[in-house]
């Protein structure tokens, strides 16, 4: 009887016990699982990988440029027509070039005015100086015909440069750079060689700057409609799509990184340009996010698109183009793109590359 009173007497103090001990538990569980959460969601955003920072806009575009002499004939733009099929404005109330939404003669005749030197940066290293001739030859037909462009190629093999008869006030200059193993080292790469190359030299030389993918060739005039403080092309394979779905970088830990939710358009690595300190800025500072990357282990998904897609949502582009400006010849052309300015050449991809792979 007294060692069943006692038994029992045993057993309430162990359930008291053990109740303790588990609520101790819920609690130390509560109170570490806020912390992780704290840290699992400030950390990315605030400490590891804060926004990018907004530009300095102070010393460049200024509407009070868009001059032109007098007499001039074109066409009176309308009020009422226009493309209906597409949107030819953003929503922070920029332009959204398509065909038949600016008029050549005005265009040229405002920015010729001006008289701009232009910089477009193209990297052909190793195989890729097969796709020199075709890119520089319709460059001369159809970019910025007329205007001062100097054409800076970066290569490990200068002398794979094809000799190309070039227009007034047009060249091309030589940059040299080392060769890779790797395709996805030339692709970072040139944001470092051009970050070095415009401290030491472009930026003496040139107004505006573009960089370009050279596996491509230009097929219709690309003109002053596309110059402006910062201008980016839509991806053509991502324009219809929904923001969800768009590829950026959406691990964390990656400087590129931007959370579902958020983003205005999926814009392309392979043509960007505008006024040549606004784009020094962003080249620098995909060159510095790559880095900081690469010192925490990781790759963005695209690369250098991936942290040209993070800064263009934070500090917006003052003109889009539409995928008119590269599209590619692996796609058909739908409906509403008109015409095709540049489009990327179907190229093997293991066989062009140093290490293979797409
Ligand atoms: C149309 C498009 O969205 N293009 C992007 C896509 O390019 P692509 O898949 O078209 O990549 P790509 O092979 O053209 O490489 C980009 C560029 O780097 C240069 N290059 C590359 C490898 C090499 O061995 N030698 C060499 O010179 C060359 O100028 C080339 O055009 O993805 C890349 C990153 O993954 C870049 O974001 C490109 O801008
Ligand atoms: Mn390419």
Redesign the pocket.
């Known amino acids: 009887m007294k060692r069943l009173e006692m038994l029992r007497h045993i057993t309430r103090l162990h359930i008291l016990a053990i109740c303790a001990f588990f609520l101790f538990l819920l609690g130390a569980i509560y109170i570490y699982s806020g912390h992780f959460w704290a840290l699992e969601r400030f950390c990315p955003t605030l400490v590891i990988n804060p926004p990018p920072q907004v530009i300095d806009t102070s010393s460049t575009w200024k509407i009070g440029d868009l001059t032109m002499q007098p007499g001039l004939k074109y066409a009176q733009p309308s009020t009422q027509k226009g493309r209906t099929d597409v949107n030819a404005v953003t929503n922070w109330n920029v332009p959204l070039v398509w065909e038949g939404t600016f008029d050549p003669a005005v265009i040229d005749a405002i920015y010729k005015k001006m008289d701009p030197r232009v910089a477009v940066v193209?990297?052909?290293?190793?195989?890729?100086t097969r796709?020199l001739k075709g890119f520089l030859e319709s460059g001369e037909k159809h970019f910025l015909v007329g205007f001062r462009v100097n054409y800076y190629i970066f290569t490990d093999n200068e002398k794979d440069i094809p000799k190309i008869e070039l227009g007034e006030g047009r060249k091309i200059v030589p940059v040299s750079v080392p060769s890779?193993n790797r395709?996805q080292d030339?692709?970072l790469g040139?944001m470092k060689w051009a970050t070095i190359t415009i401290d030491n030299q472009i930026r003496n030389e040139a107004d505006y700057l573009f960089m370009m993918?050279?596996?491509s060739v230009f097929r219709n005039r690309f003109g002053a409609e596309s110059l402006s403080r910062l201008s980016a092309v839509l991806?053509r394979g991502y324009y219809k799509t929904t923001r969800d779905n768009f590829p950026y970088e959406r691990r964390p830990k990656s400087m590129a990184y931007i959370p579902h939710g958020e983003g205005d358009y999926y814009y392309?690595?392979?043509v960007w340009g505008g006024y040549l300190e606004d784009m020094y800025r962003l080249v620098r500072y995909c060159y510095e996010q790559s880095e900081v990357d690469a010192k925490n282990n990781i790759e963005a998904v695209?690369?250098?698109?991936s942290h040209l897609n993070k800064y263009l949502l934070y500090n917006k582009p003052t003109k889009v183009l539409s995928p008119e400006y590269?599209w590619?010849d692996y796609d058909q052309i739908p409906q509403d793109i008109k015409v095709i300015r540049i489009s990327?050449l179907v190229k093997n991809?293991a066989e062009?590359?140093?290490n293979g792979g797409?």
């Open positions: 193209v990297f052909a290293v190793g195989k890729y796709f890779a395709w030339v692709v040139r993918d050279i596996d991806h392309t690595a392979a695209w690369q250098e698109e590269l590619s990327q991809y062009v590359r140093p797409n």
